[in-house]
């Protein structure tokens, strides 16, 4: 991570030409994206991508607090964090830490007018956002080009309008993250051997996609009698402690509960060493994708195409629309009595 940066020429000679950019590369180009994790890993393959293109490129990131832990690891860019919840404050902040600075490019990622105040600090001879149908919440008010309009993207494709329409078509799908050895030796205390292990990060911010506690209960002591380790993992929200205190209170079979308990780096790490993870769509659903363990598990209910986690086979990047998971052991124990669910499921 770039650590410090110097003002960038107010003059700049960047411009969109039909669609293309200019032939030289930006000489500064600013990316505003304040979260959460499962856009932040889509940003991270656009990133990489400019980077490879534009190796001269002073690349600055504009994101949240938190979402900060994961993209502090990335080299080449320099990271200016903002606490989403400062309001004027925050905003007041920013503005005073920009001032003097010019980006050649400012791609505004993020369709709220929260995100739309941020980019309204930021000074940018372009300011690149989604095109008017998708530029909810006045978004298309705070920027001065568009990227191409497309019906059913996923999120991932929309990031990289964002690269097309500078005229960059190439993709370099790359989440490598180097991790701290700190993180990796986390991750080595709870899976230290080749015995198989099961990682349950049971809650989404959107409450609608989480599975009850009791299902989760009955896949944990179902892969516990069977011989693998079961692992609990999540933030250190209230719902998340008491769904993750109740699946250990619940679970007949060992089970560590770590809920609370890392950081966005050793979650990343134990991922990479777990042999399956199970969570409805979430940040470490996205994060998985990094790994190249096979086995990442999205739970119903059906997750828009959208913003659909990914996994790669075979060189592509496969979305999971409709997850389907055959643990007849939860549905047995969660929905007694219920036969034409259990065939449909």
């Known amino acids: 991570m770039i650590t410090s940066h110097s003002s960038c020429d107010p003059r700049s000679n960047f411009t969109l030409v039909n669609g293309s950019s200019h032939p030289s590369s930006p000489r500064s180009l600013c990316i505003l994206r304040l979260s959460a994790i499962g856009d932040i890993c889509h940003v991270i393959a656009v990133l990489r991508t400019l980077q490879h293109v534009w190796p001269t490129t002073q690349f600055t990131w504009i994101i949240g607090q938190p979402e900060a832990q994961l993209a502090s690891l990335l080299d080449g860019v320099e990271l200016i964090t903002v606490d989403k919840r400062g309001g004027l404050k925050a905003l007041k902040e920013l503005r005073a830490r920009l001032a003097g600075r010019n980006f050649d490019v400012l791609l505004h990622m993020q369709i709220s007018l929260r995100a739309s105040l941020v980019a309204s600090q930021v000074r940018a001879h372009v300011k690149l956002g989604f095109d008017r149908g998708r530029a909810r919440e006045l978004q298309w008010m705070f920027t001065n080009a568009r990227i191409a309009a497309r019906a059913r993207e996923h999120v991932l494709d929309s990031f990289?309008?964002?690269?097309?329409?500078?005229?960059?078509?190439?993709?370099?799908?790359?989440?490598?993250?180097?991790?701290?050895?700190?993180?990796?030796?986390?991750?080595?205390?709870?899976?230290?051997?080749?015995?198989?292990?099961?990682?349950?990060?049971?809650?989404?911010?959107?409450?609608?996609?989480?599975?009850?506690?009791?299902?989760?209960?009955?896949?944990?002591?179902?892969?516990?009698?069977?011989?693998?380790?079961?692992?609990?993992?999540?933030?250190?929200?209230?719902?998340?402690?008491?769904?993750?205190?109740?699946?250990?209170?619940?679970?007949?079979?060992?089970?560590?509960?770590?809920?609370?308990?890392?950081?966005?780096?050793?979650?990343?790490?134990?991922?990479?060493?777990?042999?399956?993870?199970?969570?409805?769509?979430?940040?470490?659903?996205?994060?998985?994708?990094?790994?190249?363990?096979?086995?990442?598990?999205?739970?119903?209910?059906?997750?828009?195409?959208?913003?659909?986690?990914?996994?790669?086979?075979?060189?592509?990047?496969?979305?999971?629309?409709?997850?389907r998971i055959a643990f007849a052991a939860a549905r047995r124990r969660s929905c007694p009595g219920r036969r034409r669910s259990r065939r449909r499921a």
Request: hydrophobic letters at 45%; proline letters at 10%.
């Open 160 to 323: 990289f309008g964002f690269a097309e329409k500078l005229g960059v078509r190439e993709r370099l799908l790359r989440w490598d993250i180097p991790l701290p050895d700190e993180a990796h030796s986390y991750a080595a205390r709870l899976i230290p051997d080749g015995r198989p292990a099961l990682v349950i990060s049971p809650c989404s911010r959107h409450t609608l996609r989480n599975w009850s506690a009791a299902r989760y209960s009955a896949v944990a002591e179902y892969a516990g009698r069977r011989g693998m380790r079961v692992i609990l993992a999540g933030g250190r929200s209230a719902p998340e402690r008491e769904i993750g205190a109740e699946i250990q209170a619940t679970v007949r079979a060992p089970i560590v509960n770590q809920i609370g308990k890392d950081t966005l780096p050793q979650l990343l790490a134990l991922l990479e060493r777990a042999t399956v993870l199970l969570a409805p769509d979430s940040g470490p659903v996205h994060m998985r994708r990094w790994s190249a363990r096979p086995s990442s598990v999205s739970m119903p209910p059906p997750i828009p195409i959208a913003a659909a986690p990914t996994f790669r086979a075979n060189g592509a990047l496969i979305a999971i629309h409709r997850p």
